[in-house]
Structure formats: structure tokens, C-alpha cells
């Protein structure tokens, strides 16, 4: 007989299913499917297992259902609420996403990463936060570079070079994390 590759393990406990009605044996149908299947047949014990359980009654060859958590978190509704939540609250984090909708964080990541292919980028730039000494200090190190070009030509403040860091506070700060908001990759 040809062999057939694409023979799937359904057409085999179906196989299995038709040959225990017959009362074939488990080891003659292992050895029928692996004439037919080669290398693709169901194990010696599995054709055992399909076999004991047709002689007690079992009718379907599909597989029955597994223990374990449903996968309901990223259905097309929750998907849909995670979408607009991020739309109306851009800078939320995966936490506050997760309770929002009432789904774990692993599973809203998992929206957000794969679903959605969204990423957390850094839009606002967040100043240190001086403490007063800190800034009185920075104070008067500005006043002293403005004496020391007091008087220079104009172009020479060209030449000062600052930081990233201001010793005047127009907003209350803000965390780094705050700043970030989800976009599309």
C-alpha cells in the first residue's frame, strides 16, 4: 500500500475508531497505520489508549477539552476596550490598562505588544528635580559666568555651554514613567 503523509491524528483515531468496531486488535491497527502513515502514525500506546476508550463507550475521535485557564482575555471585545482605553489615556500604564478592563497584566501586555503593536515611548522631556539648594546654587554659578562675560562682546555667551538640567521650575514635576505615552510601531 502508498504510504500517506498527510493522513492527520483525526483520520487516525477515525481509522482506530472503524477497526475497534471490527474488534481488530490495537497492535494489528498500529501496524495497519504504520504501513499507511509511516514515520506520521500515532504511537503504539496511543492507538491502545483510542482503542480502550471506543470499547467504553467513547463516540467522538476529536480531542476532549484541556484543564487549564480560558483564553478569553484577548477576544475582539477586550481587545476593542484596551484600544480605546489607551486612545482616551495615552500616558496609562500596563497595570492601570489591566484593571481597567479586568484582565491580567500579562494578558494586557500581551494586547497591547502583540495585538495592537503598540510600544511605550518617551514624548515630554522631564526636568530633575533641584532642591532649593541645589537651585541657588546654580543661581549663582549663572551670575558669575554673566560677570565674567560682563562687558565682552555679546557673541562671546555663545560660547557657554549648558545641561539638560534648569534650576527654574515652571511645572510641578512629573516622573519619567508619567511622560510616556503608546504608540503605534
Known sequence: MASCP???????????KFRTILEIPPKSIHEDLATIC?????????VRRWVSQF???RTSVQDAPRPGALKL????DKLSEVKEYVESFPHSSVEE???YVGISTGSAHTILKADLELRKV???WVTHCLTFPQKA???QMAKENLEIYEGSDPRRLLEIVTGDETWIQFKPPIRKQD???WLKK
Open 122 to 124: 518617551q514624548v515630554r
Open 97 to 99: 490598562v489591566a484593571n
Open 137 to 139: 546654587a546654580r543661581l
Open 55 to 57: 470499547r467504553e463507550g
Open 179 to 181: 511622560s510616556r505615552v
Open 6 to 16: 498527510n493522513f492527520s491524528e483525526l483520520e487516525q483515531r477515525t481509522y482506530i
Open 73 to 76: 482575555a484577548t477576544n475582539n
Open 38 to 46: 509511516g514515520e506520521d502514525t500515532l504511537s503504539c500506546s496511543t
